[in-house]
Nanobody
């Protein structure tokens, strides 16, 4: 029943823009911190951006700070990643993640990913 579905990936030229969306269902979305991760071939999965339950706080990897913006709409159960000024090194599969972690329990949900390719 838990479902995270990413969309919006594709092929874009350097310095282009793309907006990723992640639609969530099957859990109480507003109780979860939401994250975007990415993984390029031969590299470890890395955390790109995070947003807290109410959207009041965000964090970004140094490599994307100033170019990417994470946001969420708790009425639509959707988290977004606006990507501007894209670079070839941004090429990766991007994954949506929902996390609720407290002492004694952890809920950690993942989408299937969406491919982002930045190339001339």
């Amino acid at each position: 029943q838990v479902r995270l579905v990413e969309s919006g990936g594709g092929l874009v030229q350097p310095d282009g823009s793309l907006r990723l969306s992640c639609a969530a269902s099957g859990f109480t979305f507003s109780n979860y911190d939401m994250n975007w991760y990415r993984q390029a071939p031969g590299k470890e999965r890395e955390l790109v951006a995070s947003i807290t339950r109410s959207g009041g706080s965000t964090n970004y990897a140094d490599s994307v700070k100033g170019r990417f913006t994470i946001s969420r709409d708790n009425f639509k159960n959707t988290v977004y990643l606006q990507m501007n000024g894209l670079k070839p090194e941004d090429t990766a599969v991007y994954y949506c993640n929902g996390l609720l972690q407290r002492y004694g329990f952890k809920y950690d949900y993942w989408g299937q990913g969406t491919q982002v390719t930045v190339s001339s």
